[in-house]
C-alpha cells in the first residue's frame, strides 16, 4: 500500500470513528445569524468558545446588525469584550468587519471566500468557520492548533502553516465532511489527543496513529 493510499485509508476510518464517538459534534460558538458567527469567530482568536459565549450577548444585545455595530465607539465595543484578550485588536477588527459589510455587501456577509477574506478580521481560518457553519458552504477545512496537532499525529500532513495543512486535508476527505471533521478533530484534541497529555491508551484512533504511545 503507497504512502498516499495509507493516509487515505487512515483518514477514512478517523472520521468514521470520531462521528460514532461525538454524534452531537457542532460549532460550539453560539450565533444567531452569520454575522454574529463572523464576529464571535473573531473574538475566539486566543480565547476559549466559552468566554466568547459569556461576552457575545452583550455585545449583539447593544449591536444587532453590522450598522450598529458599524456606528459604535472603539472604547465601548473593547469594554464588553475586554475578558477575550487582545480587546483593542480585536474591537478594530469587529467594527471594521461591520463597517465594509455595510459599505461593501449592502449589511450581508458575503458567502464566497474571495469575498469574505478581504474584510477586517476574516482569514481562511474564519472564512472557513462561517461558510461551513452558517451558509452550509464546504469551500476547505477549518484548521486550528488542535486540527494541525491531530492531522500531523496521524501522519495525514507534514506541514506546520494552517493553509499547507488544509491542502494535505482536502484530498484526504470527501466534500460534505470538511466542515464536521474540524469540529470532530477539535472535540478529539480537547477531550483526548491533547498537546501535553494524549490520552492514548483511551483513544479509538490509538491502533491507526502512528504517533500512539504504546500501552503495556
Known sequence: MSRTD??????????????????????????GSPFELAVATVLSAQCTDKRVNLVTPLLFARYPTPAALAAAQ??????????????????????GLAQALVAD?????????????????????????????AFGINAGIVVDTH????????RLTRHDDPVKVERD???????????????????????????????????VLADLCPSAAPTG
Request: hydrophobic residues 40%.
Open 6 to 31: 495509507a493516509a487515505r485509508r487512515r483518514a477514512s476510518l478517523t472520521l468514521r470513528r470520531l462521528r460514532k464517538l461525538y454524534p452531537e459534534a457542532r460549532c460550539e460558538l453560539d450565533y
Open 169 to 203: 486535508l482536502i484530498p484526504l476527505f470527501p466534500r460534505r465532511a470538511w466542515t464536521l471533521l474540524a469540529h470532530l478533530f477539535i472535540r478529539h484534541g480537547r477531550q483526548v489527543c491533547s498537546a501535553r497529555s494524549p490520552k492514548c491508551g483511551s483513544c
Open 74 to 95: 472603539q472604547a465601548d465595543v473593547e469594554d464588553i469584550i475586554r475578558s477575550t484578550g487582545f480587546f483593542r485588536n480585536k474591537a478594530r477588527s469587529i467594527i
Open 105 to 133: 455587501h449592502c449589511g450581508e456577509v458575503p458567502k464566497s471566500m474571495d469575498e469574505l477574506t478581504p474584510l477586517p478580521g476574516i482569514g481562511r481560518k474564519t472564512a472557513n468557520v462561517v461558510l461551513g457553519n
Open 147 to 154: 486540527i494541525g496537532r491531530i492531522a500531523r499525529r496521524l
